[in-house]
């Protein structure tokens, strides 16, 4: 399974960039995808889920009403439009599979997704 994550890139706050994450090597719309998110000396934290069908989403409260994960089946990617941005969303923002269709029990736990991608960097200056 190959992740690749795209579309990070230095924005003032209160801007807005949209994060893409191709998926290949399996069947995507067998897997729920979600997105991590890792500041500089922080541990890595969950910011998104998205279940296959894109019917079922949970969002960090940190960028609930800011963020909004979508999904297309057809082309195997996953999205993160972030919205309003601050410079704590700054950090190097990963995808991730899940390990079954649906949101996972405990969606916040890194555990609980089995394939990465490389990340791609954020960076919001005030």
């Known amino acids: 399974v190959q992740l690749q994550a795209s579309g990070g890139g230095p924005v003032q706050a209160g801007g807005s960039l949209r994060l893409s994450c191709a998926a290949s090597?399996?069947?995507?719309?067998?897997?729920?995808m979600s997105w991590f998110r890792q500041a500089p000396g922080e541990e890595r934290e969950f910011v998104a889920v998205?279940?296959?069908?894109?019917?079922?989403?949970r969002y960090a409260d940190s960028v609930k009403g800011r963020f909004t994960i979508s999904r297309n089946n057809a082309k195997n990617t996953v999205y993160l439009q972030m919205n309003t941005l601050k410079p704590e969303d700054t950090a190097i923002y990963y995808c991730?599979?899940?390990?079954?269709?649906?949101?996972?029990?405990?969606?916040?736990?890194?555990?609980?997704?089995?394939?990465w991608g490389q990340g791609t960097l954020v960076t919001v200056s005030s």
């Open positions: 090597g399996r069947t995507f719309s067998d897997y729920a």
């Open positions: 998205i279940s296959w069908s894109g019917a079922s989403t």
């Open positions: 991730a599979t899940g390990r079954g269709p649906y949101i996972p029990t405990v969606a916040t736990m890194i555990s609980s997704y089995n394939y």
